[in-house]
Structures are given as structure tokens and as C-alpha cells.
């Protein structure tokens, strides 16, 4: 059956289903329910301003956007966000997906962290950004009401979403917190990692090999 939720679509295509399948297999509760709520946040902005977008790749761009914080899809190298936008790449090319839809996808989800420069991005890649900053910290909250998002809220609830959601970002790089140097994720390390201490972008400049 096609599922509405704040009359919002759920993409229910083979791809999509695949898609959900393997975040239910590798993520848990707290990332299922929180890239659902992305995508319908982003589908709502979307259909807000009447942009012309492709709901099938925002849902998957959605759905994989945190697996690079699980065990299966973690490198010991990369920033999680690649991570993630890699596992979508090896997916939608095992499955014959078109590369243009492909690095759209790989943009999106790499770029959801990236403040500044995703929201002016192709749409997908836009409304990505703003429904993570929309679940995540709430930015531009004024926008959907309090009704549509207590219907979204209780398709995929929160559970104590603001306490969890920080440990879960620690957990999927805490052994390669070097990635987070010069990004957004490097507060949480601050945080929550004991002995962590922010690298300084000054100091590279003034500590590099260079003589003068």
C-alpha cells in the first residue's frame, strides 16, 4: 500500500524498499526514525517552495546519510559523511542507476554537514541539508507546524532524540577523530571524547614547513 505521512509520499519503489531494507538491517532505532523524519522534513520544504525534485533519490539520499556511523559502512580513514555517500554510490551502481543520480546522491549525502555551501546545491542536495539541520537543531522550526510535525513525530519518534544523537555521532568516529578536523563534528569530540583537543587551522598555518 502507498504510505502518506503529512501528506507527504513514502517513495515505496524497489530501489527505495532495498534502500530502507539495508538501513533497518545496519542502523538501529535512533537512525531509522531520524532519516525518515529528515526526508519528510526535506519533502515538506520541498513541496513548500515548489521545488522540482526527485523524491525517490531524496528518500535514499536520506536513508543513507548516517550509515557511515555504523560498524558495516565505517572506514578508519574518511569522514562519515563520505562514508556514507560511498555506500550509497556502491548501491545505486549495483542496481544500474543512472551516474548523474548517482553523484547527486554522493553530493547530498557528503555535503549534509557542510554549512554554507549545500543549500546552494541542486535541490535534493539542498532539501537534504535542510531536513537534517530541521531534525537536528531545529533550524527554521517556524516553518512547519506543530500539527504536521506531531504527525511525523509520531510515525518516527524522537525518544529522547536530543540526548541520543550526540553519543551516536561519537560512536561512528571516535576511533578516526581527525575527520572532524575543520567540520561540525569536531564539537562533538570536544565534548564527549576525553582528551580531545580541536586542531587549530592558525597553527597549521604558523607550524607548517614553510621558512617564512
Request: charged share 25%; hydrophobic share 40%.
Amino acid at each position: 500500500m502507498t504510505k502518506f505521512i503529512a501528506d507527504v509520499k513514502i517513495p515505496d519503489s524497489k530501489l527505495a524498499a532495498e534502500a530502507a531494507e539495508l538501513l533497518r538491517e545496519h542502523g538501529d532505532d535512533l537512525l531509522w526514525n531520524h532519516s525518515n523524519r529528515v526526508f519528510l522534513f526535506a519533502a515538506l520544504q520541498g513541496n513548500r517552495i515548489g521545488a522540482k525534485y526527485d523524491s525517490e533519490l531524496l528518500y535514499i539520499s536520506s536513508l543513507f546519510h548516517d550509515l557511515g556511523l555504523t560498524p558495516k559502512y565505517s572506514s578508519p580513514d574518511k569522514r562519515f559523511e563520505v562514508d556514507g555517500a560511498n555506500a550509497a554510490r556502491d548501491f545505486l551502481h549495483s542496481r544500474g542507476v543512472p551516474e548523474e543520480s548517482v553523484r547527486l546522491v554522493w553530493d547530498a549525502i557528503a555535503l549534509h554537514t557542510t554549512l554554507g555551501i549545500a543549500e546552494y546545491k541542486e535541490k535534493e542536495v539542498a532539501l537534504l541539508y535542510f531536513g537534517v539541520g530541521y531534525d537536528v537543531m531545529g533550524e527554521h522550526f517556524e516553518l512547519i507546524t506543530e500539527e504536521v510535525r506531531g504527525q511525523i513525530v509520531d510515525a518516527f519518534p524522537r525518544d529522547r532524540f536530543k540526548q541520543k544523537i550526540l553519543p551516536a555521532f561519537l560512536e561512528g568516529f571516535k576511533h578516526k577523530p581527525e575527520t572532524t578536523f575543520g567540520n561540525i563534528k569536531s564539537d562533538v569530540c570536544e565534548l564527549l571524547l576525553p582528551g580531545y583537543k580541536r586542531p587549530s587551522f592558525c597553527d597549521c598555518v604558523l607550524h607548517s614547513p614553510w621558512s617564512e
